[in-house]
């Protein structure tokens, strides 16, 4: 079955920089939309952003204010994050997410065990 398996995730001071890398198995990964999600401390997990299949279109959350970038190499069966001018809010653990049907925007069918992303300020 679809496995996920994240990766990156560390202790960064405001203002800094991380990728997390998500690597997918036992499924063709170009048949797969992929995702990532967050959920912090007290918090509900929360839609960051999404791919499609090809990595043609991506969408956002709007309260990211287009510090994040989602990309997917289909030749390493890996999606990234690229998380830029972090600040202590985006303190959370970091999920991928797959969908064969849909991009994952607000559910998915597949999760991965999460990384921690720590904030510092």
């Known amino acids: 079955q679809v496995r996920l398996v994240e990766s990156g995730g560390g202790l960064v001071q405001a203002g800094g920089s991380l990728r997390l890398s998500c690597a997918f198995s036992g499924r063709t990964f170009s048949s797969y939309a992929m995702g990532w999600f967050r959920q912090a401390p007290g918090k509900e997990r929360e839609f960051v952003t999404a791919?499609?299949?090809?990595?043609?279109?991506?969408y956002y959350a709007d309260s990211l204010k287009g510090r994040f970038t989602i990309s997917r190499d289909n030749a390493k069966n890996t999606v990234y994050l690229q998380m830029n001018s972090l600040k202590p809010e985006d303190t959370a653990v970091y999920y991928c997410?797959?969908?064969?049907?849909?991009?994952?925007?607000?559910?998915?069918?597949?999760w991965g065990q999460g990384t921690q992303v720590t904030v510092s300020s």
């Open positions: 997410a797959a969908d064969r049907t849909k991009v994952p925007r607000n559910s998915a069918e597949y």
């Open positions: 791919i499609n299949w090809s990595g043609g279109s991506t």
